[in-house]
């Protein structure tokens, strides 16, 4: 099956910064990927999604980058808030039969300061 | 909209006992997945529903653990007999489709422990 990791399992910032969290895939034929937050105590949040036929996706503060050579995405953050502070998940979806499936990294802790 | 919802938030038990979580999807979704969270394991897919018909149960650890959809509305995880590995958090997520960029939108999970 698919395989998602992360580069680094946590990542410190001073409030205002830029944030940038990795995350590697091991299936060359991925064409959708997802970015989740997930706060203390809470569910998986959505942030931002890709797809394989694009390089970059804008949001609010959020860019999502994908390198399909080098099978790499990442999020980036700009100024980073202490209300970004949480887990960051990239998650990959399945193909064929299996594309009703997510497969979620094990996440980035983000911890921002003041 | 109320978003999906889970209970209890958080259950204690002793190993043997039988535990049952609860899930209500997000009204008009007709896909629904069970999670379980762990440090050791990440985040991982138990099962998941299509109008109320279970599609892939391979995630599902065992025969102690069963899933069930009665209505689109409604859902439960059980396990039986509990043990102490079975201590996680369950997520319930629910989507408008499986597309390829349909979103799952996660409820705020059950933890359980199993003592």
């Known amino acids: 099956g698919e395989s998602v990791g992360l580069h680094l399992p946590t990542l410190s910032v001073q409030e205002g910064d830029n944030s940038i969290i990795n995350c590697a895939y091991s299936n060359s034929a991925s064409d959708y990927f997802i970015w989740y937050k997930q706060e203390s105590g809470k569910g998986p949040q959505f942030i931002i999604d890709?797809?394989?036929?694009?390089d970059k996706r804008q949001g609010q503060r959020v860019t999502v980058l994908l390198n399909k050579t080098v099978k790499h995405l990442s999020l980036q953050i700009a100024a980073t808030q202490p209300g970004d502070s949480a887990v960051y998940f990239c998650a990959e979806r399945g193909r064929g039969s299996t594309l009703g499936r997510l497969y979620f990294g094990r996440g980035t802790q983000l911890t921002v300061w003041p | 909209d109320a978003g999906v919802i889970q209970s209890p938030r958080h259950e204690v038990t002793e190993m043997g006992q039988e535990v049952t979580l609860r899930c209500k999807p997000i009204?008009?979704?007709?896909?629904l997945f069970w999670y379980r969270q762990t440090m050791m394991r990440g985040l991982e897919l138990l099962i998941y529903?299509?109008?109320?018909?279970?599609?892939?149960d391979s995630g599902m650890p065992e025969d102690r653990f069963s899933a069930k959809m009665p209505n689109a509305s409604f859902s439960t995880l059980k396990i039986q007999p509990s043990e102490p590995r079975d201590s996680a958090v369950y997520f319930c997520a629910s989507s408008s489709g499986s597309g390829l960029t349909d979103t799952q939108y996660f409820g705020p999970g059950t933890r359980l422990t199993v003592l």
């Open positions: 009204s008009g979704h007709d896909y």
């Open positions: 529903f299509n109008n109320n018909v279970p599609i892939d």
């Open positions: 890709i797809r394989s036929n694009m």
